[in-house]
């Protein structure tokens, strides 16, 4: 019996289970790593008792969001607009990128939607100062970048009864997603302060409109140290009470994930900090960071910053902003291959400039890398397809006596010189690199949509007519064709029955990743006929019959 297909059947069917137990992994993310040790100088008070904690437990009253007036700010790559009750970050459009749905639309990151909460929001821990429920006053309703200006400043006021004066202090910088966070606290009361400032992001726990059937990404909380690295949060997790994370540091950031996006407060490393999630009402939930001001004596002041982070997750970008962040883009376990792979990938669109051409040079390219080791399996292939008649014969001469079959069979390898499972190791090296390009395709918003030509106008999205899907079915047809056919009748329908199956299921498949599989197929149907065609001709000079 040839075990060769059943085994290349069996392979592929592990892939695709592999697939589909990344995504169910993707949706409950494990969570690898414990709280950290208390250290010295961080206030020991677990987070649920802290003043701040009991605010957040009270943000949603009846459903509805308080709201204050609205400060619109411009600049070249954001629209955000800005709250003045609690100086909260209401709203955040990037100028550069569509909407999933609406590709006439800016893409919308932060919003006080009711059914699509998502909110960046500050306030002072301490008795007389201000938190987010606070009202602050803004000396204009409108703020735009001047030509030729770096940056455009923001500036809200609170003025409290006993004399303390805060300002709080947004600075949105010129071709940039990061905004400078700043409270400058002026003590003008007779006793000395203690403050806390907190920031945190708000979010219910739907997920983004737009998102692809049978693809499942993360959508939630994730925390960053150098000691515990990158931990997502699940929403369920918090909403059991069994979220881990590193609560206390001295370094690191907190962030809410979405496909393609994300926001994040980005405090300097150094400084003492407390980490939390929470569940805040039904589907809202928090992550925030709790800084230590510093004692502010009477007639004194003092500020506190931390930058703010909401837009793409660009790669090249993410590194250069915060120690880790690029982290966010997280392909997993494959992150080996996934990542270097991109590089390439990135390293031909800048040559070529467009995603879809990009990936075809790089199948080519992976093609080149594993020619050897392609040519040697096809060439094995392609003696079991000489001998197949052979193979028949035996099956017809031993019928169901399955062991003196088996042997006759190995006896017939071994004087053929023929491997029979040499055809299965381009499918078992290609299978990982197949699934790192998945993610690096599925979680790079470079690609989101990249169109290519013709009809694909978004290479991380399926093929809208399904045309690609079927191409790829034919190429795999192909291919079934040029490979000897299994000697069980069984294993023999199965095959013929896989390019079908296989194309029903890239229906669902980003279109970049099939346009990587039909390249490769037709690579590979190149390389294998030419390497039959060869191994034809020397058998046949081999028994002195040359065919011309």
Sequence with gaps: MDTKRLIL?????????????????????????????????????????????????????????????????????????????????????????????????????LEDDPKRLYLAQTGLIGNGLPTHKALFTASAKQFELADGASDVQVKLSWYGANGIQVDKLFTFHKGSYVVDVRYEINNGSAAKLEPSAYFQLTRNGQAPLGGQRFVSTFTGPAIYTDKDKFQKIDFSDIEKGKATYAKQSDDGWVAML?????????????????????????DLYATGVILPVGTIDPGSKKETRVRFYAGPQEQDHLSKVAPGLDLVVDYGVLTVISAPLFWVLAWINKLVHN??????????????????????????????????????????????????????????????????????????????????????????????????????????????????????????????????????????????????????????????????????NVLSISQQWYVTRCVEKERAAAKGHVKH
């Design 258 to 282: 979405q496909h393609y996006f994300l926001s994040a407060w980005l405090p300097a490393n150094g400084q003492s900090r407390e980490n939390y999630v929470k569940k805040l009402g039904d």
């Design 355 to 520: 995603w879809g051409l990009a990936i075809i040079l790089l199948t080519v390219l992976i093609k080149l890398a594993f020619y050897p080791l392609s040519a040697k399996s096809y060439r094995s292939m392609a003696h079991m397809r000489e001998i197949g008649p052979k193979l028949q014969k035996l099956k017809e001469q031993y019928g169901d006596d399955r062991q003196r079959l088996h042997t006759a069979m190995m006896e017939m390898y071994k004087t053929e010189k023929v491997n029979p499972l040499g055809g299965c190791l381009p499918v078992v090296v290609q299978i990982p690199v197949f699934i790192a390009l998945y993610w690096a395709l599925l979680n790079s918003v470079e690609m989101r949509q990249a169109p290519f030509m013709l009809w694909m106008s978004d290479l991380s999205a399926p093929d809208p007519y399904y045309i690609l899907p079927i191409i790829m079915g034919i190429t795999m047809f192909i291919q079934t064709k040029l490979n000897p056919t299994p000697p069980d009748p069984i294993q023999a329908k199965v095959m013929m029955i896989m390019p079908l199956a296989m194309s029903v299921f890239f229906f669902f498949f980003p279109a970049g990743l099939v346009l990587y599989w039909v390249v490769n």
């Design 9 to 109: 059947f069996i392979v592929f069917s592990f892939s695709i289970l592999m697939l589909w137990d990344a995504w169910q992994k993707e949706q409950h993310p494990a969570q690898v790593a414990t709280a950290t040790q208390e250290k010295s100088g961080i206030s020991q008070a677990p987070v649920p008792s802290t003043p701040v904690s009991e605010t957040l437990v009270k943000e949603v009253v009846g459903g509805k969001l308080e709201s204050g007036e609205k400060i619109k700010v411009l600049t070249d790559v954001v629209y955000a607009e800005i709250d003045t009750l609690g100086g909260d970050v209401r709203r955040v459009e990037l100028l550069k990128h569509h909407d999933t749905v609406d590709k006439t639309k800016r893409f919308v990151l």
